[in-house]
C-alpha cells in the first residue's frame, strides 16, 4: 500500500502522488494524506538528530532518495528574562536560525528537493528574495542538481549572495516578486523543474510541519498552551497544524483541540489577521503591503560607545588575520556582557561598539545597565587579550543619557534599526574624552544624575565636545559603594580638594595637590593631567579662553542646566519649603557644640574630608550624619549616624535636636538643606562660598578646611548665639529664592 497519496482541498478529489500540485477538476491546491503507521514514543529513540527521524511521516518513500544538509532538531530556548517581561513561567522559543542555511526554509526545501529527487526530476529551482533562495540552493548543490532562483532585477544582490555562493543561477526577472512568481511557474511547468514553492508545493509544505514534531518531543510529548506562529501565506501555519493533528491521530499527544494556535502578521500586510478579526473565511490579499516602518520612537536610554585606544598603533605589524583573531575575541567578550545586561548590540563600529540600554524593550534602570557594563569590562580583564608587550592597549567607554528617536533609518530596501540624537553625538564624543583624563570611562551629568547614589564616582571637569556649544560636567565612574577601600576613598577626597583649589584659579596650590593624589595613587592619570594643566597656567592664562570649562563660570553654568526647560526656554522654579518649617522651632541647647549633616554619603559631599577634620578637634565637637548609604568611614567616636530621615516631621526634629548646620560639599548652587537649617534659625558653616549668599553674616559662616578654622568659627557661633539667631530673625535669609532670582538676572 503506498505511503501517500494526494488530496484535493476543495473538491476531495483523490491521486496518486505524483508531480502534480492542482486539482484537474476544481484547480484547487493538493495537500498529501498519509496511510500513517504505528509510532510509539520509544520509535524515535537514538534516531538521527535532524528532522529526517521523522522518516515515517513524511513523503518520501525510499531513505535513498534524502537529501539532507542536517536541519532541524534546532534548540527550543525557555526565555525567561522575556517571560518574565510579558508575565508568562514558561515561555520557549524555537531557534531555526542555527539551521544550516540560518532559517526554517532548510525544512520545506529538503523535503521538496528529495521528493523532486524521488520523482526524477533533473534541476529545481525557487521564487525568492532571501532565505528560501539560500536553502534551496544548498540542497540542490548536495543533490547536484542545477538551480535556478527568480528574483526581481533590482533586488539587494546580498539577499541572493547566499544562494549564488551554492552555485544557483539568478534569474533577474524586471517586476515585482509577483512577477517573478508567475515566470518561475511558466518555466516550470513548461521544462519540467521543480520549484519547490510552486509545482512542488504540496510536498514543500510538508517540510514545514517537522516543526510540530520536534517541538512536542521536546516538551516531553506534550501540547503548548499557545502557540505563536509568524505567518506569511499562511502554508507553515496549517503545516504545523497538520503536524500535531497526525501526532494525536498516531497517539503520540493528545488534546490538540484545547491548543491555541496565534498567527503573527506584519501589521502593514495582514490580510490572515484581518479576515480573522473580520470573522471572515476569505482572505483577501494586499495589493499594496506597507510592511516597512521608516517613522520612530521617541524614548529615555543611554548609549554607550567604546573604543581601543592604541589599537592603530597595534595593528601596524600585524597580518589581517591575526587582527581578526583578536578583534573576534575582544567582540565576543563585550558582546556578552552588553547582552548580559539587557542592551541592544546596535553595531560594531571598527575596533567599537554602540550599545543602547532601554531599547527596543524601555526599562527605568536603562544607566545603572550601562554603569555594569564598564565594572564587567574590569572584572573580566578584557584588556589582557590583548599580548603583554601591547599593554598600552585599553578599552575607552563613553556614556550619555536622555532622549533618544529610535527605529529603522534606511529606506524600504536597506535598513538598519538603531538610535538617533544629540544624545547618541554625546556619548561617541565623551568615549575620545578618556584620553585627556587617563581614564577608561567617562560619562556625563545627565547618567551621572541617575546612577549617583548607586555608586561611587570622580567629578573630572566640565568640558565643552566638538560640535557642541552648551559645556557638560563629566564623571568617571570608580567603584561599587561596597568595594571602596579606606585608601580609595582617600585618595578620592584628595583629588576632590585639589579641583576645589584649582576652581579657585590657585595654580600652585592646586599643583600640589594633585601632587598629594599622586603620592597616595602614582598611577592617577587625571591628577597628572591636572598637574600639567596647571603649569601651563601658571604662565599662560589665555588659555582659559572664556568658554568656561575651568573658572566660576562653571557654578552659573551649572545653575543654568537645572533652571531652564530647554525645550521651552522658559525658567524651572523647584519646589520651596512648606510653611511647617518655620513653626514651632525649639530653642538650642548651648552647653557644646552639637554639628548636624544632611545629605548624600559621597566624595564630592566632602563628608569625608569633614571627618578627617573632626577627628583633629576636641572631643566636645559631636556631629551627626542623617543620609544614605553607611561608609565604613563612618566609624568614628565623634561621629552619630542617623541614617535615612523617613519624613519632614522627624527631620525638623533631628535639626532642631542640634545648634550648627555643616556643608562640607565642594560644589553646591543652593542645596535643600540650606534652606532647611536656616528655617530652624540654626546656622550653617560652609566650606565653599555660595555666590548669593553674604558670607559670615546672617547665620552663614564660611571656614577653611581645616580644624584650626572650623573651630574657631564654632568658638564665635557658640559664644554668640543670641545675636546670630536676632540677626536671622530681623534679616533676610539666603533662600533659593533668591538664588532663582539671582540666576535669572545672570541667564537673560
Known sequence: MEKTHLQCRECKKEYDSTFKYICDECFGPLDVHYNLPTLTKNSFTNREQTYWRYFELLPINDKSNIISINAGMTPLVRAKKLGKEIGLNNLYIK???????????????????????????????????????????AHAAKANFPCYVFAPSDIEHAKIAQALSYGAQYIAVDGTYDDANRIAAQVGDSKGVGIVNINMRSYYVEGSKTLAYEVAEQLNWQVPDQLVVPTGS??????????????ETISLVSDVSKMHMNCAQALGCAPIVDAFKNNSTSVVPVENPDTVDLTGTEITGTVLFTDLQGFTTFAEDKTPQELINVLNKYFQIITNIVLDQNGML????????????????????????????????RDKKVNELIPSRESNILTRIGINSGPMVIGNLGS???????????????????????????TTNIMSEYTWELVKDDYFFRELDLIRVKGKHTPVRVFTLVARPEEMTENMIDIENAFMEAIRIFRMRRWKEANAAFGKVLELNPDDASARAYMERCNLLKTNLDLIDGQGVFTFKTNIIVCERKLVNKKKINLVYPSQLD???SENIKEPLLDKPRLLYVGRIKVEKGIFSLIEIMEKMIDDVKLSIVGKPKSPKLRNRKINYLGYANNADSLRKIYDDHNIFILPSFTESHPQALDESLA????VILFDEISHVIQNRHGVFVSKRDAQSLTKIIEFIMINYSSIQNSMTQNKLPTKQQFISQMTNILS
Do not use: Q
Not at 538610535?419 to 575620545?432: F, K
Not at 530652624?680 to 546656622?683: A, S
Open 95 to 137: 531557534n531555526d536560525s542555527v539551521n544550516p542555511t540560518f532559517s526554517f526554509k532548510d525544512r520545506p526545501a529538503g523535503v521538496a528537493i528529495s521528493k523532486a529527487k524521488e520523482f526524477g526530476l533533473s534541476s529545481v529551482g525557487c521564487a525568492s528574495t532571501g532565505n528560501l533562495a539560500s536553502a534551496t540552493a
Open 234 to 247: 499562511g502554508a507553515m501555519l496549517n503545516a504545523i497544524c497538520k503536524g500535531f493533528e497526525e501526532l
Open 346 to 377: 546596535d553595531k560594531y563600529t571598527g575596533d567599537g561598539i554602540m550599545a543602547i540600554f532601554g531599547a527596543p524593550i524601555e526599562r527605568e534602570d536603562h544607566a545603572k545597565a550601562a554603569c555594569e557594563v564598564i565594572l564587567a569590562f
Open 412 to 438: 524600504d530596501r536597506r535598513m538598519d534599526f538603531t538610535a538617533i540624537s544629540d544624545t547618541v553625538n554625546l556619548s561617541a564624543r565623551l568615549e575620545g574624552v578618556n584620553k585627556a583624563y587617563g
Open 579 to 581: 510653611i511647617h518649617w
Open 680 to 683: 530652624r534659625k540654626r546656622p
